[in-house]
T-cell receptor
Framework: GAVVSQHPSRVICKSGTSVKIECRSLDFQATTMFWYRQFPKQSLMLMATSNEGSKATYEQGVEKDKFLINHASLTLSTLTVTSAHPEDSSFYIC???????????FGEGSRLTVL | AQSVSQHNHHVILSEAASLELGCNYSYGGTVNLFWYVQYPGQHLQLLLKYFSGDPLVKGIKGFEAEFIKSKFSFNLRKPSVQWSDTAEYFCAVTSSGGDDKIIFGKGTRLHILP
């Protein structure tokens, strides 16, 4: 079946640095990808919708200058956490819809720890 | 606004017990409904989905769910659970009108005792 890959799966960084997380659809093209954040023992929170070739659509309360999203191609979206702080530590998950199958596939997630 | 409510945050069962996890959604239009599972250390996987047609949907690993439109519910069931079903289960809803945003419930952590 279709696979969505995220990289890196774990990243530890110092406060103030920026971190980029990649999300790739491996065997299908995705005009739209989604980025979620999962806090411990809580649900997935949709952060933004990433649209290929255009600006991302951010959910209310998500800082677009903090969480930069780029959807450079039909198979790649990136999330950059800029000037990361400890409160940004979380599990970030991306998903992409295989239009042909109608199914939404999720990446493995990326755990960010900001020291 | 769309929302999804899962009634049980943590469920503990013995093997062979029957399972039912509640899910209610709030949305005024036509919806697509999903159950996802996240096994320990793994990523989210689709268990089953409802788009239209028969409201009783069968998924993988013996799971099924029933869409009851009048109750805005989409409960997940399994007649006899196994230890390997220990995982977190998420109910989710998206509009069938083309808005791809998927809204998740808070999840139910299921722990099966061997």
């Amino acid at each position: 079946g279709a696979v969505v890959s995220q990289h890196p799966s774990r990243v530890i960084c110092k406060s103030g640095t920026s971190v980029k997380i990649e999300c790739r659809s491996l065997d299908f093209q995705a005009t739209t990808m989604f980025w979620y954040r999962q806090f411990p023992k809580q649900s997935l929170m949709l952060m933004a919708t990433s649209n290929e070739g255009s600006k991302a659509t951010y959910e209310q309360g998500v800082e677009k200058d903090k969480f930069l999203i780029n959807h450079a191609s039909l198979t790649l979206s990136t999330l950059t956490v800029t000037s990361a702080h400890p409160e940004d530590s979380s599990f970030y998950i991306c998903s992409a819809r295989d239009q042909g199958a109608g199914e939404l596939f999720f990446g493995e997630g990326s755990r960010l720890t900001v020291l | 606004a769309q929302s999804v409510s899962q009634h049980n945050h943590h469920v503990i069962l013995s093997e062979a017990a029957s399972l039912e996890l509640g899910c209610n959604y709030s949305y005024g239009g036509t919806v697509n409904l999903f159950w996802y599972v996240q096994y320990p250390g793994q990523h989210l996987q689709l268990l089953l989905k409802y788009f239209s047609g028969d409201p009783l949907v069968k998924g993988i690993k013996g799971f099924e769910a029933e869409f009851i439109k009048s109750k805005f519910s989409f409960n997940l069931r399994k007649p006899s659970v196994q230890w390997s079903d220990t995982a977190e289960y998420f109910c989710a809803v998206t509009s069938s009108g083309g808005d791809d945003k998927i809204i998740f419930g808070k999840g139910t952590r299921l722990h099966i005792l061997p």
